[in-house]
């Protein structure tokens, strides 16, 4: 997709929690956000840095605290 046929991604969700029976259930559209990652290389050199942080390695995201989020609610620490 080039970046003149991009579409905003508001009002759209990357994660879903919803529950099923006696069951809840996530399903989540990106694992990325999930993991902790370095990006280097091309990319990295061309934003003048030697890595780019990705996902749990974001300081300004709060992927950390989602899946901590996630986790106590599927096992009902939040109700």
Known sequence: M???DAVPAK???QVVAFTFGHER??????AAMFGA???VGPDAKRMKKDA??????????DNQ?????IA????????
């Open 52 to 61: 780019l942080r990705l996902g749990m390695n974001r300081p300004d995201l």
């Open 25 to 30: 259930i996530v399903v989540a559209g990106d």
């Open 2 to 4: 080039l970046a003149r």
């Open 72 to 79: 106590r609610w599927l096992v009902g620490a939040l109700d």
């Open 11 to 13: 009002g759209r969700a």
């Open 37 to 39: 990652q370095f990006a």
């Open 65 to 69: 605290e989602l899946a901590l989020n």
